[in-house]
């Protein structure tokens, strides 16, 4: 799992246009985004999930196996209290079973058809700013929330006082995210050569 963020900055752009006749006016055209305070965004273990061999004989003939959940700390630390959503962006969207829930994990390199499992991702036990806070969600880019500790593909991720469903403006989150992740059916999955699990996710800071 990779995390990123995306910082908007100061852009001056220059755009000039001309004619096969030479025009006594060009257009000029400035253009740029002015941040709030900047936010740096912190995982733990560098972001990395390692499930280790599993064992294909392990594994469910007709339905999922569930692995153990794996816990990862994130925190995110703005200069001053700053409102920013946390969006899920799914590098192997491709893959996933059910794209409007679950991040995929990627194909079967020798059978590039077969999707391996998905992968959950929640956030538990938020503290904003030394305080409980309540994780929301929004399908509509950040027009109307509701609580939902699950942070499905593409879904903007806030915090706000817990029973609020407005975010609330945060100088320092730490949270744990957990992750859930689990193999599809043996059945309909190669097994004869090892098979590497390839989930990735982008975690993209959006202010608002």
């Given at each position: ?5 995306r ?7 220059l755009?000039?246009?001309?004619t ?14 002015l ?13 990395i999930i ?10 469910n ?8 959940s794996?816990i990862?700390?994130?925190?995110v630390?703005c200069?001053?209290?700053?409102l ?15 794209p409007?829930?679950?991040?995929g994990?990627?194909k079967?390199?020798?059978a ?12 538990r ?5 030394g305080?409980?806070?309540q994780?929301?969600?929004?399908s ?15 879904n903007?991720?806030a ?12 100088t ?12 599809n059916a043996?059945?309909?999955?190669t ?9 990735s ?5 959006r202010y608002?």
């Amino acid at each position: 799992m990779n995390t990123s963020t995306r910082i908007p900055t100061l852009l001056l752009s220059l755009l000039a246009t001309t004619t096969a006749l030479a025009d006594s006016s060009v257009q000029l055209a400035v253009q740029g985004a002015l941040t709030p305070s900047a936010c740096v965004v912190l995982l733990s273990k560098n972001g990395i999930i390692d499930l280790g061999r599993i064992p294909a004989k392990s594994l469910n003939k007709d339905e999922f196996t569930v692995l153990p959940s794996q816990i990862l700390e994130l925190n995110v630390t703005c200069g001053s209290p700053t409102l920013y959503a946390l969006v899920g962006m799914d590098n192997r969207a491709d893959s996933s079973l059910a794209p409007g829930f679950f991040y995929g994990l990627g194909k079967n390199i020798h059978a590039p058809v077969e999707r391996l499992g998905s992968v959950a991702f929640s956030y538990r036990n938020p503290v904003g700013d030394g305080q409980a806070v309540q994780p929301l969600a929004s399908s509509n880019n950040g027009a109307s929330w509701f609580p939902e500790p699950n942070a499905y593909p593409r879904n903007y991720m806030a915090f706000a006082q817990p029973g609020a469903i407005v975010p609330r403006p945060l100088t320092r989150l730490d949270t744990l995210v957990r992750i859930d992740t689990s193999i599809n059916a043996a059945m309909y999955l190669t097994l004869d050569q090892e098979v590497p699990l390839d989930g990735s996710i982008t975690l993209d800071l959006r202010y608002l």
